[in-house]
């Protein structure tokens, strides 16, 4: 099994600062692509930003210069650096991976539970 643990949620007052972590664990080959994702109340789930393991990025134009993905590839974590942060930031984010859990195995997409992210105004 896979398992993506986040950490680094809570309430924040607006122009304030967060930093998630997500930590994967289990049996794991590799991992490709690493990622955030964050839902509201009511909303759709939708891109904050992902990262590859090369490093190329990518972020949702709502977070563009004010996020920053990053990742330790030996610790198999990704984190996410939010400044700035704005009331309507307020989301659940979630933490993705694509891993293989062995050089034979297909590339399958994990998630983790969820950190809790609130801004207040």
């Known amino acids: 099994q896979v398992q993506l643990v986040e950490s680094g949620g809570g309430l924040v007052q607006a122009g304030g600062s967060l930093r998630l972590s997500c930590a994967a664990s289990?049996?794991?080959?590799?991992?490709?692509?690493m990622g955030w994702y964050r839902q509201a109340p009511g909303k759709q789930r939708e891109l904050v930003a992902t990262i590859t393991s090369d490093g190329t990025t990518n972020y949702g134009d709502y977070v563009k210069g004010r996020f920053t993905i990053s990742r330790d590839n030996a610790k198999n974590t990704v984190y996410l650096q939010m400044n700035s942060l704005k009331p309507e930031d307020t989301a659940d984010y979630y933490c993705?991976?694509?891993?293989?859990?062995?050089?034979?195995?297909?590339?399958?997409?994990?998630w983790g539970k969820g950190t809790p992210v609130t801004v207040s105004s």
């Open positions: 289990g049996s794991i080959a590799s991992i490709n692509t």
């Open positions: 993705y991976a694509d891993v293989r859990r062995s050089k034979w195995s297909p590339w399958m997409g994990y």
